[in-house]
């Protein structure tokens, strides 16, 4: 029994796919004490119950993103969440949903991460960099505010858990991906906007999301990525919009003349209901 008296049951999704046909659930009972975090209730079960319990973590303090799992039904940090915030008796621990488990609480976040890099989430610029090693770019308050919550992102995945379209469409980018091409769009040092478009405009992107905002709700960081996505698709349309002015009539009408490049952009999927 805890220093307070409070015994939690940790019903604990286990998988190891070598072994199991599907995952099952296991339970453990855990003493708690005022404070305690889930991270450290794992721990007491490995280090006293079953070292065979395996999850992933690092930094213990909400900075690195590897701790992300299911805590009673919602994607959370494992280290971020105390016991007794979330839960009086029994608490449900599972993998983050939408990816493939690699062992018990161990999503595969590798599809997350391939969309991220498909995006260039980096700062792209069209001339070489500045030669004065004392230069730099300016930036105002106000141009650094436009994507500055963006940049807090930890890449934990647990929007990516939350989301319902990729539970439908495991291509769709997501939540993650895509608010950090918004963020980088939005930077002013950056001109990779074109480039990104053909990703974020394609059939799985940013389109793809009907704005259920369940990634904002659960973001530790206090992110939020559906309203990236709404000035993604904002900003796609305006860019297509844009482009079709500046196409002579007879492109309008018959397309992009022969041997011409196609425009470096991708136009927005018709709309379905
Ligand atoms: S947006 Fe929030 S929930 Fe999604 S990966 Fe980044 S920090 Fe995690
Ligand atoms: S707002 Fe869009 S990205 Fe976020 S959970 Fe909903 S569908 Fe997914
Ligand atoms: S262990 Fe790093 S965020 Fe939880």
Not at 144 to 150: I, P, R, S, T, V
Not at 175 to 203: F, I
């Amino acid at each position: 029994m805890a220093e307070n008296g409070k015994t939690i049951q940790f019903h604990v999704t286990r998988y190891n796919p070598e072994r199991d046909a599907k995952p099952y659930v296991q339970t453990y009972a855990v003493p708690v004490r005022e404070g305690m975090t889930v991270l450290e209730g794992l721990h007491y079960i490995k280090e006293n119950l079953d070292a065979s319990l395996t999850w992933r973590y690092s930094c213990r303090m909400g900075i690195c993103g590897s701790c992300g799992m299911l805590l009673n039904g919602k994607p959370s940090l494992a280290c971020n969440t105390q016991i007794l915030h979330i839960c009086n008796a029994e608490l449900a621990v599972g993998p983050l949903p939408n990816f493939r488990i690699i062992r018990d609480l161990v999503p595969d976040l590798t599809p997350m991460f391939d969309k991220h890099r498909a995006l260039k989430p980096f700062i792209v610029r069209e001339e070489a960099e500045i030669n004065d090693p004392a230069g730099e770019y300016f930036q105002t308050p106000e141009q650094l505010e436009k994507y500055l919550q963006y940049a807090y992102c930890i890449k934990c995945g647990c929007c990516m858990g939350a989301c319902p379209t990729l539970a439908t469409d495991e291509r769709y980018l997501g939540p993650m991906p895509l608010a950090s091409a918004h963020r980088y769009n939005e930077d002013t040092r950056d001109d990779g906007r074109r480039l990104r478009n053909q990703v974020t405009g394609d059939s799985h992107g940013a389109f793809r999301c009907h704005y259920a905002g369940e990634c904002s709700r659960v973001c530790p960081k206090g992110v939020d990525p559906a309203k990236a996505i709404q000035h993604l698709k904002r900003q796609l349309v305006l860019d297509y919009l844009r482009l079709a002015r500046r196409r002579k009539p007879c492109e309008k009408l018959h397309g992009p003349g022969e041997g011409k490049p196609l425009p470096n952009i991708a136009a927005p999927p018709p709309r379905t209901v």
